[in-house]
């Protein structure tokens, strides 16, 4: 009985998992009467927190002193909640505060939930090799459906009508001109998708040359090839706020680039200094055209004070996915 329920849970989770960039599903925006938001991998969630929570909670499972800021939130959220009703709100046509309230208990629940089961269920490593295999495969499977679109535009500036259908299935958000939104409900929603799971996975594993697939050409992996797909369909969805955010992950990548030099450049600089007095002239006119070099009095990594410089670090499990 034990080996189904945790072969439940696994199966459970992979459909959540890959469900992941459907944001907006025709299905459940009937099934749940949403507007606009209605992701499947929400319905799975419940199911997944109903066969995972209770068995974590009896056998001893504790929550890591790292979630206290984010308990301590919740528990705020809910305090101004709750008062809120003690001020007077001007009435409104149609308006009642207590559905207010309670959308947005409930978001607050399903993103809390999201937190707690990506935090706690894949802590051991299979758990956690099969999470990211799993992002990988259906961020690829994003990847190429948007480049899909993209094609279909801009080879015949517009789309046949198996892509409109196909598109109905998973997204509320029609084709849209020009801009690629893979199966969510508009560009921009896909470019927030792209910044904020799949680029930073596919970056920390890049820099730290790690792979969760044995997948390799020309010593690439495959998440080396997913960075640099998922870069030009965040190009390619247009979005203004999505573009900003990966500019601003750019320059952050720029001073941790920068600081490292700064650092070697100065290293270099302190070890000629040092050896003047044995090597004589030559040495110092090496020191010299380093000081004339100047990269370390300008760069900003060495001014700003980010003590963040690059040092080699194993490829443990909660390091690759830290950068």
Not at 64 to 87: H, K
Not at 108 to 133: D, M
Request: hydrophobic letters at 55%; aromatic letters at 14%.
């Amino acid at each position: 009985m034990k080996g189904w329920f945790s072969l439940a849970q696994k199966w459970v989770w992979s459909a959540l998992v890959l469900l992941l960039p459907v944001t907006s599903m025709p299905l459940i925006i009937n099934l749940v009467k949403s507007d606009s938001v209605a992701a499947p991998s929400a319905i799975l969630l419940l199911l997944f927190i109903l066969l995972w929570f209770p068995v974590f909670v009896q056998q001893g499972g504790k929550l890591p002193g790292a979630m206290a800021p984010f308990l301590g939130f919740l528990v705020f959220v809910l305090f101004t909640t709750i008062f809120s009703n003690f001020f007077p709100i001007p009435g409104q046509k149609e308006h009642r505060p207590i559905f207010s309230q309670f959308s947005a208990l409930l978001t607050l629940a399903i993103g809390a939930s999201f937190y707690l089961a990506f935090s706690l269920w894949p802590v051991k490593r299979e758990r956690l090799a099969l999470t990211i295999q799993l992002i990988n495969w259906t961020g690829m499977a994003t990847l190429v459906w948007a480049a899909a679109q993209a094609l279909a535009w801009y080879t015949n500036f517009g789309y046949p009508q198996w892509m409109r259908d196909f598109q109905e299935i998973f997204s509320a958000g029609p084709l849209n001109r020009q801009r690629v939104l893979g199966f969510a409900l508009e560009p921009s929603w896909l470019a927030h998708e792209l910044n904020m799971l799949f680029l930073p996975l596919w970056l920390a594993a890049s820099l730290k040359r790690f792979s969760w697939h044995k997948f390799r050409i020309f010593g690439l992996t495959f998440e080396n090839f997913l960075l640099a797909g998922g870069v030009i369909i965040l190009l390619l969805t247009l979005s203004r706020i999505g573009l900003l955010a990966f500019l601003t992950v750019l320059a952050f990548l720029l001073l941790r680039v920068t600081q490292w030099v700064s650092q070697k450049i100065q290293h270099e600089d302190d070890a000629a200094g040092r050896s003047i007095g044995e090597s004589g002239d030559a040495q110092a006119k090496n020191a010299d055209g380093w000081r004339l070099f100047g990269l370390w009095r300008i760069l900003p990594g060495g001014s700003l004070g980010c003590g963040m410089g690059f040092k080699p670090i194993g490829h443990s499990d909660c390091q690759v996915i830290s950068v």
